[in-house]
């Protein structure tokens, strides 16, 4: 369904606001409200609705209610005072009052909507019955890109700290990406979270796409399984890329700061409040704008569980394939941002120093992620091009 009122433009497919035809950055959670007032715009909907839809009923506080009630305002030019869009009624809930026009998606209201690039989101079965979401976008040589910590294929594909890239890839190859076991699409409730099960749903996508050879795109967490799969398939790699990455997981190269986020983590992942998300956010953005962060604490909350963001730490924190990198047969660029608050700098030098062949690229910037702001970005997208052209 597209919703069209005044001048902007709701695409509940695409998970897109429009202004005057210009994407409006909305966090997920404020997104889905806005979507749930829409649809039921015919009555006053109360706190418990919008708490059972938007929150799966999870216990939500007033003042925070309000907060997502409020950004729903801002990203339409609303306001508590003037109420253009949504209305408030005193202690029975809220409406939207704006005049509406529901248009089911025919094919030109789609192609009117629609960006350049589009997504598919299909699932595949790993070997001991886990179902894996991955999706398809672009055209072009193929490039698998593994998944780290944390993903959501919907909401990547829209979030100011990845889209960028992920919309440039996509803009050159036929990306494949994938939720991890334990997070965003894929299964939550599963028996196996360890380092190997990530191997095994690497493994699975790419089977599922029945890609016979292609290049390999690991990111963090995701660099390790990457190696692993290109050791083992070696016929399959054309390329390797290695971005942000480590051989040594946390718990091995520094044990008492991976206590220290385990304890984070357990205390404070699934309150409301986001102070102990924040300092993740602060590790990974130190230089990002507050509606990147915003959108990055939000974001860890919505794709994975407490429980499973300890079982995914842990897991990733015991690794340790250091011995591997000699087997590295295929060929492989390496790239680390210099002051790397997440994974220092000298686990990437660590990585392509033990890999045959490697090429090392230094990335000025602090964030683990370089963002589309930072001169380091074209960097990063020009070395990468150059080497899979090869």
Same mark, same amino acid.
């Given at each position: ?6 001048n ?7 998970r ?32 418990? !609705? ?16 309000d907060?997502?009630i ?15 869009? /949504? ?58 890109k ?30 494949i ?21 990530? /191997?095994? !749903? ?46 040594r ?53 919505m ?6 963001a ?16 000699p087997?590295?047969? /295929? ?60």
């Amino acid at each position: 369904m597209l919703f069209s009122f005044e001048n902007f433009a709701l695409d509940c497919e695409r998970r897109e606001l429009r202004a005057h035809g210009a994407i409006v950055p909305v966090e997920p959670q404020v997104f889905d409200l806005l979507v749930y007032l829409i649809e039921n715009r015919d009555r006053v909907v109360s706190k418990d !609705d919008l708490i059972a839809a938007v929150w799966g009923g999870r216990i939500v506080s007033d003042s925070t209610l309000d907060s997502r009630i409020n950004a729903v305002r801002k990203a339409l030019g609303d306001s508590g005072g003037r109420q253009r869009f /949504v209305r408030t009624i005193a202690r029975k809930g809220h409406r939207f009052v704006g005049e509406v026009d529901a248009t089911p998606k025919t094919d030109g209201a789609a192609a009117a909507s629609r960006p350049t690039l589009n997504q598919e989101v299909h699932f595949c079965t790993a070997s001991d019955g886990v179902r894996i979401a991955y999706a398809l976008a672009g055209q072009g040589p193929p490039l698998v890109k593994a998944a780290n910590w944390l993903n959501h294929l919907e909401y990547d594909w829209q979030s100011p700290i990845w889209s960028h890239l992920l919309h440039e890839l996509a803009s050159r190859y036929q990306l494949i990406r994938y939720d991890e076991r334990g997070n965003g699409l894929s299964d939550w409730d599963v028996a196996d979270i360890s380092f190997e099960a990530f /191997v095994r !749903d690497l493994e699975s996508v790419v089977e599922a796409t029945k890609l016979k050879r292609f290049a390999l795109l690991g990111i963090s967490q995701g660099c390790a399984v990457s190696i692993v799969y290109a050791i083992r398939h070696p016929e399959r790699v054309s390329h390797l890329v290695l971005y942000g990455g480590f051989a040594r997981g946390r718990t091995r190269r520094d044990p008492d700061h991976s206590k220290t986020l385990l304890s984070i983590v357990e205390q404070g992942w699934g309150k409301e409040n986001p102070a102990f998300r924040q300092f993740f956010t602060s590790l990974f953005f130190p230089d990002g704008t507050p509606e990147q962060m915003q959108w990055f604490n939000d974001l860890q909350q919505m794709t994975t569980s407490t429980e499973n963001a300890l079982r995914i730490m842990r897991a990733t924190g015991e690794l340790d394939i250091s011995d591997l990198l000699p087997q590295v047969k /295929v060929p492989t660029l390496v790239l680390h941002c210099r002051n790397d608050a997440a994974v220092m700098f000298d686990e990437g030098r660590r990585l392509a120093a033990g890999i045959p062949g490697a090429k090392f690229v230094t990335l000025e910037s602090r964030n683990h992620l370089v963002l589309e702001s930072e001169p380091a970005w074209e960097k990063f997208s020009s070395e990468m091009t150059a080497f899979l052209a090869t």
